[in-house]
């Protein structure tokens, strides 16, 4: 059973930075392309990051380009968005999600792509 565990949400003040962790089992990792997702209070979960198979090809969404930085650690099957010049609108929780693909190039920034989601972890960003 696949299973994955957000980590390293929290409270930080505006232009500060944080890394968050998506552990994961149940898995081949190296197999599964790697994405992440945000839902703000009252808003639809929207697509931030992802990355392939081998995490060599990546994709962000505008609003966090140049911001965050997706990467993963296939011996630790874990992945790890890396955010900095964080803005109050960053605010909200934060979920990594798995799918197979049989391309190691490949990446998904469709939320339907999906087939395996964390329970979310909470990012606050104050002005």
């Not at 703000?40 to 060599?56: D, I, L, N, Q, T």
């Not at 965050?68 to 803005?87: C, E, G, H, W």
């Not at 197979?100 to 979310?120: A, C, I």
Request: charged letters at 20%; hydrophobic letters at 30%.
């Amino acid at each position: 059973q696949v299973h994955l565990v957000e980590s390293g949400g929290g409270l930080v003040q505006a232009g500060g930075s944080l890394r968050l962790s998506c552990a994961s089992s149940g898995l081949t990792f190296s197999s599964y392309a790697m994405g992440w997702f945000r839902q703000a209070p009252g808003k639809e979960r929207e697509f931030v990051a992802a990355a392939s198979r081998s995490g060599g090809n990546t994709d962000y969404a505008d609003s966090v380009k140049g911001r965050f930085t997706i990467s993963r650690d296939n011996a630790k099957t874990t992945v790890y968005p890396q955010m900095s010049s964080l803005k109050p609108e960053d605010t909200a929780v934060y979920y990594c999600a798995t799918r197979f693909t049989s391309s190691p190039r490949d990446y998904y920034y469709r939320s339907l792509d999906y087939n395996y989601w964390g329970q979310g972890t909470q990012v606050t960003v104050s002005a």
